[in-house]
């Protein structure tokens, strides 16, 4: 009695004996299968690394360069604009900036040194645009130019011809009195205001019951900046 209630112990235990030892053996092959993949795999990736390596060390300094030499090769110089030797720029100077301005020419009327009345020019209100029509800066009282990078010059006429269209204001030549600021401006020493179009003041309208009276007269002009060549 005792064997045989023995038998179905020891039988029932063998076959889990043989199973728990099957499973340890697929764990086994499992894990080393795992282990060679993931070295095989570490392998791979380390050629990979040391590959793209060799190819973007020595193109790296390329793109670099490249990329840097990007803002020199747009930055052309401006020609300076063909204009009459009474208001060419001075010697020494090349153009740093060109600016379209559009706006007004504000004039109010006033009595003059005879006694007569005549539209006098207040002041200038004008936004500078860049060749994309990006507006970048100013024109005002002074006369006065102001960037958006913060830098201001102002200028004193010192020499004028008349313009090549018969109804506009002239050309002037500028010399800068005085600077505010950091930036673009900051070194212009001269200033030319060329292709001009409209901003005269009225003919008329101008008498003793018209005093103090304003008006603005819409123009645009192109102008050109100067600082010392470099």
Request: proline content about 7%.
């Amino acid at each position: 009695m005792i064997q045989s209630s023995l038998e179905p112990s020891v039988f029932g235990f063998a076959l889990r004996s043989r199973g728990w030892t099957r499973e340890v053996a697929q764990n086994r092959v499992a894990s080393n299968s795992s282990g060679r993949f993931s070295a095989c795999y570490n392998r791979a990736m380390r050629r990979l690394t040391q590959i793209a390596a060799a190819i973007i060390v020595p193109i790296g300094p390329i793109l670099l360069g490249s990329i840097l030499a990007l803002p020199l090769a747009n930055a052309q110089k401006e020609p300076p604009p063909d204009v009459p030797n009474a208001i060419q720029a001075h010697p020494g100077e090349e153009v740093v900036l060109l600016a379209h301005a559009s706006g007004s020419q504000i004039y109010t009327c006033q009595a003059g040194a005879d006694g007569k009345f005549i539209w006098t020019l207040k002041a200038p209100e004008a936004e500078l645009k860049d060749r994309k029509g990006n507006v970048i800066g100013s024109h005002s009282a002074g006369p006065a130019w102001k960037l958006s990078d913060g830098s201001e010059v102002m200028g004193k006429a010192t020499a004028h011809v008349d313009s090549t269209d018969s109804d506009s204001i002239p050309w002037l030549l500028v010399n800068a009195v005085g600077h505010s600021g950091k930036g673009l401006l900051t070194s212009v020493t001269t200033i030319q205001r060329v292709h001009t179009h409209g901003g005269k003041p009225p003919a008329e309208g101008c008498d003793e019951s018209h005093r103090d009276a304003e008006t603005k007269r819409s123009y645009t002009a192109d102008y050109y900046f100067y600082a010392p060549a470099k």
